[in-house]
């Protein structure tokens, strides 16, 4: 029964390492979201794409990019990772949502 | 651009009670879907509830209902008969009806429930 995957529960990369983010979805669905989630701020939309190769900034994209080659891969690319960015991302896609497991990256 | 507040950072109820959790929004539009999402520990989003803006009756799933005032803007989750399963942070979320099924869901704050025996 899945559904969203993400390719890592948790991850520690360096500061400056370039860091990738993977998220699958088997419901052929459009819309695909990168979230990240933080104590206190709650979800916020980094970017999200509503067609393969389609692509529009969130709230927070700075220091983020994305790429969606393919209808059910939606990655999440960090070119050089900062401490600022230690958070748990979230993947989801629509319509309907479903939400993926999460991934706690830790950036040192 | 819309905001969804949630005042309560932390509750607590026990077992078998019932509690409240509140969620304020902030939008121009007329036409919007509100939802609750439930995150356990094991942290997958979970859909509890939805409520339709156009729709004057509140919605009710088993033991979890809404009360949703439009004018006021406000849209509360209630939890009838807590069971220790409830325990998660549940978060209030806000979806235009605008833009058709691409739009984004718009997210509150948190509410850390925990259910005590």
């Known amino acids: 029964d899945v559904k969203v995957t993400q390719s890592s529960r948790y991850l520690v990369k360096r500061t400056g390492e370039k860091v990738f983010l993977e998220c699958v979805q088997d419901m052929d669905h459009e819309n695909m979201f990168w979230y990240r989630q933080d104590p206190g701020l709650g979800l916020r939309l980094i970017y999200f794409s509503y067609d393969v190769k389609m692509k529009e900034k969130g709230d927070i994209p700075e220091g983020y990019s994305v790429s969606r080659e393919k209808k059910e891969r939606f990655s999440l690319i960090l070119e050089s990772a900062s401490t600022n960015q230690t958070s748990m991302y979230l993947c989801?896609?629509?319509?309907?949502?479903?939400f993926g497991p999460g991934t706690r990256l830790t950036v040192t | 651009a819309q905001t969804v507040t949630q005042s309560q950072p932390e509750m607590s109820v026990q077992e078998a009670e019932t509690v409240t959790l509140s969620c304020t929004y902030d939008t121009s539009e007329s036409d919007y879907y509100l939802f609750w999402y439930k995150q356990p520990p094991s942290r997958q989003m979970i859909l509890v509830i939805r409520?339709?803006?156009?729709?004057?009756q509140n919605a009710t799933e088993n033991r979890f209902s809404v009360n949703f005032q439009k004018a006021a803007k406000s849209f509360s989750l209630k939890i009838s008969d807590s069971q220790l399963g409830d325990a998660a942070m549940y978060f209030c979320?806000?979806?235009?009806?605008?833009?058709?099924?691409?739009?984004?869901?718009?997210f509150g704050t948190g509410t850390r429930l925990q259910v005590t025996l």
């Open positions: 989801a896609s629509s319509f309907p949502w479903y």
């Open positions: 409520q339709e803006a156009y729709k004057q």
């Open positions: 979320a806000y979806r235009s009806a605008t833009t058709g099924t691409a739009s984004k869901l718009t």
